[in-house]
């Protein structure tokens, strides 16, 4: 692939899927990056503005209180796509947390790290305006809009950072086992368990309150049909949050959740994970049901070397 010239680069927009600028950077093995602002195209702004437009009912009628306060503490503009400095700047007094732009898919490890240290990676790029349903990666709409309010409160925010622990956790464990075979055996399932409680609870989760559940995941908030669905649809199983069964459910991203979990508070959440670390450390997390998500190299090899100290 030839280098990106700068009048390619400037001309596609940030448009997920073919934005000349993250493919120059993923080029050059450069992860994290700054966001270009300059690049994105008014049909970009204006996929910003349809999206958050619509959504804002949706908002009001089925979010948790939480993420609705965070709506309003971060300011954003509904009709231009988001700078992150401005995000970072609202944001980082509340919590600590900031954006972290990135070129694309972070490994595991990678990410829970981010978390443990307060940064979110956050995609830069947004969706195309013909494709606003439905998108199988991440875009700045889904990181922003749906992620970034729920790190504007206390609790959410040091639930993310204790996630990043358990992945902290994860590495230690590993770096005491010998076989190489036991090593990617335990580190395979150890991943399905975080991927799946993450899953279900800060992409999907649900959430009791005195009106009734509330939405706090950020794939059902940044999902126009999805977030109704969850909240009304007939035919989606809603049980109160059992680890055990958490993390032996696979699920799939191509199609509406049939099954969600709720949890009582934010305090609740975060005591979860306090317990899913415990359940790691006793190895009861060894052996969890296969099935999807599957582990990728990167994924994998980022647990590895984290627990060799690279």
């Known amino acids: 692939m030839a280098a990106v010239g700068a009048e390619e680069m400037d001309g596609g927009g940030l448009t997920t899927t073919r934005a000349a600028f993250i493919e120059q950077a993923q080029l050059e ?71 972290k732009p990135v070129s694309g898919y972070v490994p595991s490890f990678l990410f829970f790290d981010c978390l443990r240290n307060r940064e979110f990676p956050t995609t830069i790029t947004i969706r195309d305006g013909g494709t606003l349903d439905y998108l199988p990666e991440p875009d700045i709409f889904h990181d922003i809009a749906g992620h970034v309010p729920m790190h504007t409160d206390r609790a959410f925010a040091d639930t993310l950072v204790r996630f990043g622990d358990c992945a902290h956790t994860a590495a230690e464990i590993v770096a005491g086992i010998r076989d190489e075979q036991e090593q990617i055996r335990r580190v395979t399932s150890i991943f399905k368990s975080l991927a799946r409680f993450f899953w279900f609870t800060i992409e999907f989760g649900l959430m009791r309150s005195p009106d009734g559940l509330k939405v706090y995941g950020s794939g059902l908030l940044s999902s126009h049909g999805e977030i109704a669905h969850a909240i009304d649809g007939p035919d989606v199983q809603r049980f109160p949050f059992q680890i055990e069964w958490v993390v032996n459910q696979a699920f799939e991203i191509d199609h509406y959740q049939p099954l969600l979990f ?49």
């Open 262 to 310: 709720i949890v009582d508070s934010f305090d609740h959440l975060f005591e979860l994970v306090g317990e899913l670390e415990r359940w790691m450390r006793n190895g009861r997390l060894d052996n969890v049901a296969p099935g999807e998500p599957a582990v990728s190299e990167p994924d994998l090899r980022s647990f590895l070397d984290a627990s060799q100290g690279k």
């Open 29 to 99: 093995g450069r992860l994290y990056i700054h966001q270009p602002y300059e690049l994105y195209s008014e049909a970009n702004h204006d996929a910003w503005r349809r999206l958050f437009t619509r959504m804002e009912d949706r908002w009001r009628r089925y979010a948790n209180p939480r993420f609705l306060q965070g709506i309003e503490s971060l300011c954003l503009d509904p009709d231009r796509v988001p700078r992150l400095d401005d995000v970072n700047r609202f944001l980082s007094p509340l919590t600590g947390f900031k954006a």
